[in-house]
């Protein structure tokens, strides 16, 4: 137990007012991590709502979901939620009062893939251009088709169902995926959209997408419904989405009226999210989080509530990115698939007793990606949903060979699921 003056100093356990006036009872927020948790015809299963269940008890402020698919054709990976109809209202209904029954918000992250979608799940994969990856990832994604005009105003009126169904089910409030290379990423990137419309050709068309999006949820959801973007502070790559260009995206998106940017940046290509490539400097591993630079420019720029996901471990290090003012949520990602209840650790003003480390499987092509760490983490989240305890010594190649099987399995269950 830590002395009631630490736990008096702890910046982490103060409430936060939202925009819409709802309240956050901390500053601790779990960002999304993809569950791959349902069915393989992509309905919520029970599972999910005993996982959030978890979660919460530990009293964390804010869960976001796991990305959401708007479209059941547009799959990120087998085991998906899809959300385009009420059929799975009774469970979402669950799954949102796992979170809100006890006390926590929970916001569901809304996502399109586009063409970051694995081999053969999808009949064909949309793209604002028909750019296929690089040859390191084009091995795992197929070569996209370049969306119509109508087929990406159906896309944005996607989002807005989703997040209306959100909202009817419980949901606290939504989150558009806008990072790590998909779809909305896509947009916004000069390398990935070449198109010559009104989606593209400059970097405020290209922004046009997004901001699309977001006024469709709105008009879908009304006024006072929370909808937040976690958003790359950069791609990372070579004519790709630049911090100025991000920055010019939160300046609109604040103005547009949205309630919490979560920052974050890199894409499967360039996977700085997890710190995988990044060639950080000494100055901030010391601060832990690895996007704490840019928010400091965003909070100059915008008075949008900011929260900061990537690299965050110790109670000493959340406090002192909340001291210094740039942010008003710690993000947590692996650390939570890990030890799900280090937000009561933390709120005590103590660290979890487990570690985050980097997950490696002596096979150098597959350990540059952050689709390793994803898989390995992923795994450990179905152990915590099936009541079983996290394993933090299970090989990372193990993992591998685990992971690719049921991906196998799961994109053959899904297509045939989808034929018959
Ligand atoms: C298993 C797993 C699944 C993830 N799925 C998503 C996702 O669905 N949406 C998203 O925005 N980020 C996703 N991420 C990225 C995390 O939200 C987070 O940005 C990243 O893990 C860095 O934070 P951390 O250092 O606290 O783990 C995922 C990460 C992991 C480990």
Redesign the pocket.
Known sequence: MADAAAVQDNLLAQPLRLPNGSVLRNRLAK????EALASYDNHVTPLLPRLYRRWAASGIGLLIT??VMIDRRALGEPGNVALEDESDLPLLRQWAESATAQGAQIWM?LNHPGKQSPKGLNAFNLAPSAIPFGKELAGFFDAPREATPAQIEDIIARFGRAAALARKAGFSGVQI?G??GYLVSQFLSAHHNQRSDEWGGSAEKRRRFVLAVYAEIRRQTGPDFPIGI?LNSADFQKGGFTEEESMETIRALAQAGIDLVEI?GGTYEAPA???TTQTQKASTAAREAYFLGFAEKARAAVSTPLMV????RSCAGMNAALRGGALDLV?????L?LDPDAPAALLRGADSPYQ?RTITTGIKAVDRMALM??AW??RQ?HRIANGKKQNPNESGLWALLGTVAASGWGTFRTRRLRAS
């Open positions: 960002s999304a991590m993809s796991g990305n992250q995926h990072a790590h976690k974050s999210m997890t710190g996901t990537g690299g965050f993000g947590l990602g692996r650390l698939a985050v760490e994803v983490y992923a989240l």
